[in-house]
């Protein structure tokens, strides 16, 4: 992976994007990398402020652009030089045009939960995740300091190379060790997963075929770590029933701290754009997550 050239972080003044800026800012210091603090006005909340307040949307903009500026002085993100923008439009279209428009090659949002599903992401950071041009980090608003266990997860894929060349990158920063975790499932599995409506059942082991997986799986990540240097690599073969669950297990099993993975290209389906399997973990992962796009990614209209 590339060192990072510029960094966009969504604000929208809550808990959990306050910490987001504060890896954005961790992040921008490590690669030398350009920062800028995102604020995206809503189009309608601006027009019943210009009534409300009997205003121009210039005033508005330049009082918004004021509390984003003492809300970054007020994150603590230290030395690091933050620039601050504000956009008026929808929040989605907004970012995707601020990435595009600083060509931006890492997007970090925050993770907004609720009371009942705490590790669910809010519905920007989602749709991100899914249709944004550029790699979404996603932080956890408990997430402090270096990430320590980090998983990567390999389906063999282009764009899984990449996620795990990400991981590495990020393992070598913060000291990490890296988990490369690929979930083998058989042809009886898959007929019982079939559209992900059936539950996780109870794993199902052949030492043979997890013995040839793991050949390939070190087959496939021997040229992607062979400079891991002093990072602690560990190349993990799951024969399951459920990928998705596996996955899950994993990274709370070893309590990892980020899970990286691979997104999918265009495709006119919400549900394949980025993949029934990343979607999930995205939205159940309890630690930040690092949705990595392929080259070339371009995400469907709407």
Known sequence: MKKLRHIIAAID????????LREAARRSSLDGAVITAVHVMDEFLVHELKKALSTDQAAIRADWMRRLQQFIIESEVGAVAVNAEVRIGHPFTGLVEACGAHSADLLVMGARGSRNEPHRIGVIAARCVRKAPVDVLVVREDAQGPFKKIVACVDFSENSARAVQCALHIARQDGASLDCLHVYQSALAMSLDYGGFVPSLPPVID??????????????????????GDVKVTAFIKERVNIREAILDHINETRASLVVLGTRGKTGLR????GTTAEKIVQN????????????FVPAAG
């Open 13 to 20: 003044f809550t808990p959990s994007c306050r910490n987001a």
């Open 207 to 228: 030492p043979e075929a997890v013995a040839n997986w793991r050949k390939d799986l070190e087959a496939f990540l021997s040229p992607l770590t062979h400079d891991a």
């Open 271 to 274: 549900e394949m754009l980025i």
């Open 285 to 296: 992962a309890p630690c930040s997550i690092l949705a990595v796009k392929p080259d070339g």
